[in-house]
């Protein structure tokens, strides 16, 4: 093992026990120093000491040439700085010579968010009581208790900004019904409390009462009690079931954008900025670190801009 490869390592354990950070992000830290070691070792750099700045300017353009676009590279490079502050901080190096190497610009991509009305679709198109057209002469059949859990979920996901793992991870005590909020576990262990509208609440309730008692009932070993949202095997609904529901919930509402976890939580930011509330409110709700990454959410409608224009602007007419 290499002077680097042992520094990495003490670099993801004080970033793991002494900062707390998500297992997610430190394995992603893992996986950009080791790709960043990696290409030292193909120039010949097995010593931090040696490192240049123009050796990390170089590894950066190295990334663009290998295809990464700008949002990766700005990751990769984050984590670099990081690991170099670390190893300034432990007197390993007597500079930091990654500290001027800036990230690149790319364009700004916006994301995927849906209009009030297809998310209305959304979550209607989940085949319960409450959503069948009378027409269909259903309404007295039993509801499928994976269905009552999707509507339930994805009513949760839309009405609380949740991130899919805070989904997933949260627990029967972590919501209460009659005070209509919810505790979410963010990154870093960080738990946030966010309301949780009526929509949602009821059909978190439908759920827990004609739903989940039905699939707990149906798993074969111990069961996982505390979770709120239970697959048909009884245990912990996992981030990918997540992604096939929401795609499930996408082809039945004829929904042509893409959809993933994250389009609800989005959908949820930017209705709530179209709303009028402030950025620091759902900063707060979101549970970001920095109000920066929130104002991405800020962004108008190019029909929104045209319109405030030709209302506000003198001689727009």
């Known amino acids: 093992m290499t002077d680097i490869e042992r520094l990495i390592d003490q670099f993801l354990a004080y970033i793991d026990v002494e900062r707390g950070l998500a297992k997610a992000t ?15 070792a193909t120039q010949g750099i097995q010593d931090l000491n040696a490192v ?15 295809g990464e676009s700008a949002r990766s590279k700005a990751r990769r490079l984050a984590s670099i700085h990081a690991f170099h502050r670390f ?65 339930a979920l994805l009513e949760f996901m839309y009405a609380t900004g949740a991130r899919v793992s805070e989904a997933c991870g949260a627990n029967l005590d972590d919501v209460d019904l009659e005070s209509n909020v919810a505790r979410l576990m963010g990154k ?20 827990l009462k004609n739903g989940r008692p039905q699939l707990e009932s149906k798993a074969k070993g111990p069961t996982e ?22 795609r499930a919930a996408g082809e039945r509402a004829h929904i042509d954008k893409p959809l993933h976890p994250h389009t609800l939580r989005h959908s949820f930011a930017t209705h709530l900025i179209q709303g009028g509330a402030d950025v620091r ?27 405030t224009y030709l209302t506000s602007h003198p001689r727009a007419r």
Request: charged share 25%.
């Open 281 to 307: 409110t759902v900063q707060e709700l979101l549970g970001h670190a920095s109000v920066t990454t929130t104002q991405i959410y800020t962004h108008v409608s190019p029909e929104n801009l045209i319109e």
């Open 225 to 246: 009690r505390r979770a709120l949202f239970l697959n048909k095997r009884g245990k912990r609904l996992s981030r990918q079931s997540v992604w096939e529901i929401i």
């Open 52 to 66: 240049t700045t123009q050796d990390v300017e170089r590894y950066i353009a190295f990334l663009g040439d290998s």
């Open 188 to 207: 870093g262990s960080k738990q946030r409390l966010v309301p949780v509208g009526s929509y949602a609440c009821e059909a978190i309730a439908r759920y």
């Open 26 to 40: 430190v394995r992603a830290y893992d996986s950009d120093l080791r790709k960043y070691n990696g290409w030292l």
């Open 87 to 151: 190893a300034l901080n432990e007197h390993v190096v007597s500079n930091d010579v990654a500290a001027q190497v800036k990230a690149p610009k790319g364009a700004t991509t916006l994301p995927d968010v849906l209009t009030v009305d297809e998310v209305a679709s959304l979550l209607d198109a989940i085949p319960v009581s409450q959503n069948r057209p009378q027409s269909e002469g259903m309404e007295d059949m039993p509801d499928d208790p994976a269905m009552l859990r999707d509507k």
